[in-house]
C-alpha cells in the first residue's frame, strides 16, 4: 500500500522560507497526482491553501506557494509568520476515486 | 455565504450503527462533488469516501469499503454518510467537503466544522 510521506516537524525563523514536502513511498509525485495542500489549528477544521500542484485558493495570501520539486510536491512558505505555527497536510490522487493524505508536518515558527 | 453544516455524531457501540449527515446551504450543491474526511484524535486527516454530483458514482477507502455507504439528496441539499459495523478504530472528527469540480476528483476547498463519532463499549 502506498503511503505519502511528509516531514513530522519543520521549524523556521520569523520572516523566513520554509519548504515542506510530499512525496510517496514508492514512486515519484507527479501533477498528474493532483498535490492539494491544507492548513489546520488546533480545534479547527482544515482550511485549503493550494490546490491542481499551485493554484491557490480564493483569500490565501501569495505567501503560499505549491510546486513539484525533484520527485515530490512542495509547499513554500514565504516571510514567515507567526500565525503559520500549526498542522499542514497533502493530499494525492492515487486514481480510481482514491485519495490519499499525508501524515502532515507541524510547523514551529521561532 | 457558503457553509456545510454536519450532524448525526454520537457515542456507539462497537458492531453498531450511525447516520451522518452534512447539511449545504450557500451555493449550488448539485453541481459538486463531495467528499467524507476524519480525524482520529490526536492524528492526521484520513479521506474516507466521495461522491459525484450527481451520486452516481462512488469511491471508499480500503478502510470502510464495505461498512460505510455514502450518498446524497439533491433535492434536500444533503450528504450523508451511512456507517455499520463500527469499530473502535472508526472514532474520529467526521467532516465533510465540498470538491472544486463535479466529481470529487479534484480537490476540496470547502469544510465543515465536523461531527464527532466515539465507537465504545
Known amino acids: 500500500q502506498t503511503v505519502v510521506t511528509q516531514e513530522p516537524s519543520f521549524s523556521v525563523s520569523p520572516g523566513g522560507t520554509v519548504t515542506l514536502t510530499c512525496g510517496l513511498s514508492?514512486?515519484?509525485?507527479?501533477?498528474?497526482?493532483?498535490p492539494s495542500w491544507y492548513q489546520q489549528t488546533p480545534g479547527q477544521a482544515p482550511r485549503t491553501l493550494i490546490y491542481?500542484?499551485?493554484t491557490r485558493s480564493s483569500g490565501v495570501p501569495d505567501r503560499f506557494s505549491g510546486s513539484i520539486l525533484g520527485n515530490k510536491a512542495a509547499l513554500t512558505i514565504t516571510g514567515a509568520q507567526a500565525d503559520d505555527e500549526c498542522d499542514y497536510y497533502c493530499?494525492?490522487?492515487?486514481?480510481?476515486?482514491?485519495?490519499?493524505f499525508g501524515g502532515g508536518t507541524k510547523l514551529t515558527v521561532l | 455565504e457558503v457553509q456545510l453544516v454536519e450532524s448525526g455524531g454520537g457515542v456507539v457501540r462497537p458492531g453498531g450503527s450511525l447516520r451522518l449527515s452534512c447539511a449545504a446551504s450557500g451555493f449550488s450543491f448539485d453541481d459538486y462533488g463531495m467528499t467524507w474526511v476524519r480525524q482520529a484524535p490526536g492524528k492526521g486527516l484520513e479521506w474516507v469516501s466521495g461522491i459525484n454530483w450527481r451520486g452516481g458514482r462512488t469511491g471508499y477507502a480500503d478502510s470502510v469499503k464495505g461498512r460505510f455507504t455514502i450518498s446524497r439528496d439533491n433535492a434536500k441539499n444533503s450528504l450523508y454518510l451511512q456507517m455499520n459495523s463500527l469499530r473502535a478504530e472508526d472514532t474520529a472528527l467526521y467532516y465533510c467537503a465540498r470538491d472544486y469540480g463535479g466529481n470529487w476528483e479534484d480537490a476540496f476547498d470547502i469544510w465543515g466544522q465536523g461531527t464527532m463519532v466515539t465507537v465504545s463499549s
Open positions: 491542481n500542484t499551485d
Open positions: 493530499v494525492l490522487y492515487m486514481g480510481s476515486g482514491i485519495w490519499v
Open positions: 514508492s514512486g515519484s509525485v507527479s501533477t498528474s497526482y493532483n
